[in-house]
């Protein structure tokens, strides 16, 4: 496990999360029962969603007929473009798990502000809750944020297929150059990807 570093001084694009992170921060939460923070990083980590679109998220965007749905769309606040993505078992389990604690304020809101009645939890409220749970398994908080959980699973995508036309559709970009400068994808990787093709 990555342990906290001394140093507070990290810039650039967040890191992404390995699956022993993954792993970890749900493990912490299952223990500590946090039903609410579980359902949102397993959205957060399969939707790849931008921190705006996470916590904008309705119950209709990803239950129908009182299940879970398997498949998601939803239009991007930043872009008006509509992005789809899947709901995993995992995520499918803890959204349920929510549901049937969700206070009833709520509204239609997936994830409502416990504060403002009638609002979804704010963006600057998620980006706490990211930097608390990485700082439970002993990351430094300053080199993540809720992008961390955007990029982890395309990022994990890329490095095992070099897929980029892939990651650009589950990250909703309109431009191929904007995802390879969003993974950070160089041409030293470009170059590995090519001499692996043996023609």
């Known amino acids: 496990m990555q342990h906290i570093r001394s140093s507070n001084t990290f810039s650039g694009a967040k890191?992404?999360?390995?699956?022993?992170?993954?792993?970890?921060?749900?493990?912490?939460?299952?223990?500590?029962?946090?039903?609410?923070?579980?359902?949102?990083?397993?959205?957060?980590?399969?939707?790849?969603?931008?921190?705006?679109?996470v916590v904008a998220l309705k119950v209709s965007d990803v239950v129908a007929?009182?299940?879970?749905?398997?498949?998601?769309?939803?239009?991007?606040?930043?872009?008006?473009?509509?992005?789809?993505?899947?709901?995993t078992d995992q995520t499918r389990q803890s959204i349920?798990?929510?549901?049937?604690?969700r206070p009833s304020y709520g509204g239609d809101w997936l994830f409502p502000s416990r504060l403002w009645p009638g609002r979804h939890l704010s963006t600057r409220q998620y980006a706490r809750l990211v930097k608390w749970w990485v700082r439970m398994i002993q990351l430094e908080p300053s080199a993540y944020g809720t992008h961390s959980?955007?990029?982890?699973?395309?990022?994990?995508?890329?490095?095992?297929?070099?897929?980029?036309?892939?990651?650009?559709?589950?990250?909703?970009?309109?431009k191929l150059e904007s995802t390879a400068h969003y993974l950070c994808v160089e041409l030293d990787d470009a170059l590995l990807m090519s001499e692996a093709l043996e023609l």
């Open 15 to 53: 890191l992404p999360l390995r699956p022993m992170h993954v792993w970890g921060i749900r493990a912490r939460l299952q223990f500590e029962s946090r039903t609410r923070d579980l359902a949102l990083f397993d959205v957060a980590i399969d939707s790849k969603l931008r921190g705006s679109d």
């Open 65 to 87: 007929a009182g299940t879970p749905r398997r498949r998601a769309i939803v239009i991007q606040q930043k872009t008006g473009r509509p992005v789809h993505f899947e709901l």
């Open 96 to 101: 349920t798990r929510w549901l049937d604690r």
């Open 149 to 174: 959980l955007r990029r982890t699973k395309v990022s994990l995508l890329y490095k095992k297929t070099g897929n980029l036309r892939a990651c650009q559709l589950l990250l909703g970009h309109t």
